[in-house]
């Protein structure tokens, strides 16, 4: 059974310090966004080719994150990633932006 899961930067940001690896964080911004500068360890799947990659780059037992643009963006591409099966997928609410707030680690042109 899916649930609609959201999480907050501080508590993605814990679970990356207390050294709990089993996730994956994916930003569907464009490539531009991603490489100006993006949370560290996250890949980018533009959210147009995010269905098609997910299948066969993610593993469906692992917990997702999701950031985007913004939270619709970040919220269709939650919609998209279960729909086509995976069930363990959050939402960063606020995104990179919130991410950065919380002094979470990040990686990019910008670093």
Do not use: C
Request: proline content about 2%; cysteine-free.
């Amino acid at each position: 059974m899916s649930s609609n899961l959201a999480t907050d930067a501080h508590e993605l940001k814990s679970r990356l310090e207390w050294g709990q690896p089993a996730f994956t964080i994916i930003d569907v911004r464009d490539r531009h966004s991603y490489n100006y500068a993006h949370i560290s360890g996250a890949i980018q799947i533009p959210v147009d080719s995010l269905e098609s990659r997910a299948k066969f780059s993610l593993h469906q037992e692992r917990h997702i994150y999701v950031y985007g643009e913004n939270d619709q963006q970040t919220t269709k591409a939650v919609e998209i990633l279960r729909g086509a099966g995976f069930t363990e997928v959050a939402e960063i609410k606020g995104g990179f932006i919130a991410w950065k707030i919380v002094g979470g680690a990040i990686e990019g042109l910008t670093v």
